[in-house]
């Protein structure tokens, strides 16, 4: 089913055609959150808030735009928040001078989940750069492209794709223990 | 060679993304040189989670569609809340509407009452004529009542 006959089935209330939109764009939405926090439980929980908002929002969508890129910007913004948000616990466990309660859970396999991504590219990489790289490598975006979803000029999206890819060579010359996926 | 240092020099020099931005359109995008210190595509995608390797582990429409579910609930409720609040409003407005129409009206209508209105036993008694004619015609009349009595003498004669 062509995807503006499903956004017109989901402006006319049919969760039918939602579901379907879901379904399509979940794996990648999934891909992207996922190098994007590292994680795979906060990248579950960014792609629920992202179709919950797409649902909501499905209203406002521009037709002339392209309809991933507008779920791209939405998962990207809703990835910032998490990372946010989790910069602010850190601090906050930070402050009460608990680290090692968050370090060692007593349920490792469930509170801190497993890095999906290598720590080496979540250390090194800025979550822009990660997101430039992301739909760079696997959606083959343009910095044109990649410069709608951050919300920057096609300039500043090239200078963080740049860097990005700059780092990733850097690490893989040096052979980084950490980089080796999973 | 030295083109690819100048730039790499231009590029730490001034940290301004538009300025970097172009550099890295006009030089580095088309150098072999510039383009070998960088990651390939495949590389980093060799790196990155991939669409195709992602399994959701978690039933995510269900949950999608059950947060919509009960949105949608909070919504319903919130429009009740809303529409009753609505109501309450105009009942008080039309209540007040009514009240003010009736004090108003009672004000009003005080003035207008019978009893209101001076009667005829209160006015003073007093002797009235309206004229007076002989002959037919206007007559030259004159009005005399005497201090203290209750005698009032009307002289009437003919106008010459």
Request: charged share 25%; glycine share 6%.
């Amino acid at each position: 089913m062509d995807e503006q006959e499903l956004i017109a089935g989901c402006l006319r209330g049919r969760m039918e055609d939602f579901r379907m939109i879901v379904e399509r764009y979940s794996a990648p939405a999934m891909a992207l959150a996922m190098n994007i926090l590292g994680n795979r439980d906060d990248a579950e929980d960014a792609c629920q808030e992202l179709f919950i908002q797409v649902f909501r929002h499905l209203k406002s969508y521009d037709k002339d735009r392209s309809f991933k890129n507008w779920i791209y910007t939405i998962l990207y913004r809703r990835c910032l928040d998490h990372l946010k948000r989790r910069r602010r616990s850190a601090e906050l466990v930070k402050k009460m001078g608990r680290e090692t309660v968050m370090t060692t859970p007593a349920n490792p396999g469930h509170s801190h989940p497993p890095r999906s991504l290598p720590s080496g590219l979540l250390e090194q990489l800025k979550a822009k750069e990660r997101t430039a790289l992301c739909l760079w490598a696997n959606e083959g975006y343009t910095a044109q492209e990649i410069s709608e979803v951050l919300r920057c000029s096609a300039s500043t999206a090239r200078v963080y794709l740049f860097q990005a890819r700059k780092k990733i060579k850097n690490l893989l010359e040096q052979g980084h223990v950490s980089l080796q996926n999973g | 060679m030295s083109r690819c240092k100048t730039v790499e020099l231009f590029y730490a020099l001034v940290p301004l993304k538009p300025w970097r931005g172009n550099l890295i359109r006009r030089h580095v995008e088309k150098c072999p040189r510039c383009l070998a210190g960088l990651a390939s595509r495949e590389a980093a995608g060799s790196l990155l989670v991939q669409e195709r390797g992602v399994n959701i582990g978690r039933p995510l429409w269900a949950e999608v569609e059950s947060a919509l579910v009960a949105d949608s609930g909070g919504k319903r409720m919130k429009d009740q809340a809303f529409q009753s609040s609505v109501m309450r409003r105009w009942g008080w407005a039309v209540a007040t509407t009514f009240l003010v129409v009736l004090v108003t009206a009672f004000l009003l209508l005080r003035d207008f009452r019978p009893e209101r209105i001076p009667a005829a036993t209160n006015v003073p008694p007093r002797f009235e004529l309206e004229y007076i004619r002989v002959s037919g015609q206007p007559a030259n009349a004159v009005v005399y009542q005497p201090q203290g009595s209750n005698l009032i003498v009307v002289w009437a004669g003919k106008n010459p």
